[in-house]
């Protein structure tokens, strides 16, 4: 049996692999064999760390949500004001360069499967929650601190992740109406409403 630490190398490994291709194809499309051979494994190395494809599937969302969350923790934590955090997360979030568009398709794919099948519906939550949590959590020290108008940081947390994810998601379908300037614009702009007058 592997030691622990290689374990945990090899499991990652196979669920950046997974992350790529499902960029890449599409969940409807994707196959272990394609995880596989990404991943430089075998398929019954893939089976030996995931019972099921939707296991490596669910694992691999997981691991896109993870590594997204570990990207920002340097702006999360950050001596500056919430509405510059916040405008620094809605920066980072752009989808800009190779590692973030990859990112946001495997989120569209997350979104897109999630439709029709519950345990993609239950990922979703669960991972999405606590996003909204962090926006939250920034928007009430913003509000705390006099920075943010009153008002339920819930509803401004869900304004501003659904204004993120339609504008993305516009940004990725080549929009000629929504480029990432518009977005960037966009997003900072709601945001500037959010402050206290």
Same mark, same amino acid.
């Given at each position: ?5 290689? !374990? ?11 992350? /790529? /291709? ?6 409807? *499309? ?34 896109? %949500? ?12 950050? !001596?500056?004001? +919430? ?20 990112? &946001?398709?495997? &989120?569209?794919?997350? &979104?897109?499967?999630? %439709? ?10 669960? #991972? ?21 108008? !009153?008002?339920? +940081?819930?509803?401004?947390? *869900? ?9 993305? %998601? ?22 500037? #409403?959010?402050?206290?007058?």
């Amino acid at each position: 049996m592997p030691r622990p630490n290689v !374990e945990a190398e090899r499991r990652e490994q196979i669920l950046s692999a997974a992350c /790529v /291709v499902l960029a890449e194809v599409g969940l409807q *499309n994707l196959r272990l064999a394609q995880v596989a051979k990404a991943a430089g494994v075998s398929s019954g190395t893939i089976h030996y760390y995931f019972e099921t494809k939707q296991d490596v599937v669910s694992a691999a969302f997981e691991f896109n %949500m993870s590594n997204s969350l570990e990207r920002r923790q340097s702006i999360l934590a950050s !001596e500056q004001n +919430p509405l510059e955090m916040l405008q620094e997360l809605v920066e980072s979030y752009l989808p800009a360069d190779s590692r973030s568009l990859q990112a &946001w398709r495997v &989120w569209a794919e997350l &979104w897109a499967e999630g %439709m029709r099948l519950d345990p993609l519906q239950e990922v979703n939550e669960r #991972l999405y929650g606590q996003w909204r949590d962090i926006v939250t959590d920034v928007l009430r020290a913003g509000q705390r601190q006099g920075l943010v108008k !009153e008002g339920d +940081p819930v509803r401004f947390a *869900n304004m501003l992740v659904g204004m993120v994810d339609g504008l993305a %998601m516009q940004v990725l379908l080549h929009s000629p109406n929504m480029d990432l300037k518009n977005m960037r614009e966009t997003c900072n702009a709601l945001i500037g #409403l959010f402050a206290a007058r």
